[in-house]
């Protein structure tokens, strides 16, 4: 599953990524992702931003995001980082 959200006209959240663990690493991340993207562009959206947990830094690098910052520590344990992506 995944969420987009507008924060602005022209930036975009991707919020609430997660795929089954059985099913991971087997492509539906990488889908899902891609499918949002596209919403975001249909709803007029120029950027995409996301928090990031360190885990999951690597799978966004694959798919043209760069982290820019920090983001909130979620349940005061897991560090996040602020993710950008700039849609073409
Ligand atoms: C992150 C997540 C959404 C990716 O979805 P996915 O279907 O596994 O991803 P894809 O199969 O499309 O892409 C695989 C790539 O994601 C990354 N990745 C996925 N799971 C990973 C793991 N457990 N450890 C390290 N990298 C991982 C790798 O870069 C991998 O590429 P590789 O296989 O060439 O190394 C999914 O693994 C997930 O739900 N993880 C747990 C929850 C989570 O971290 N959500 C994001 C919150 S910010």
Redesign the pocket.
């Known amino acids: 599953m995944?969420r987009i959200h507008l924060n602005s006209p022209v930036e975009a959240q991707?919020r609430?990524?997660?795929?089954?663990?059985q099913?991971?690493?087997?492509?539906?991340?990488?889908?899902?992702?891609v499918g949002l993207e596209a919403r975001a562009r249909e709803l007029g959206a120029k950027r995409v931003v996301?928090?990031?947990?360190e885990?999951?830094c690597?799978?966004?690098?694959?798919h043209g995001y760069a982290v820019c910052g920090p983001a909130e520590t979620m349940f005061g344990q897991i560090p996040?980082a602020r993710m950008m992506k700039e849609l073409s």
Not at 16 to 21: K, R, S
Not at 23 to 33: E, H, K
Not at 50 to 53: D, I, K, P, V
Request: no cysteine.
């Open positions: 995944g991707v609430y990524m997660a795929v089954e663990p099913f991971a690493r087997g492509g539906l991340g990488g889908r899902i992702l996301l928090n990031s947990r885990l999951a690597r799978f966004y690098q694959q996040h």
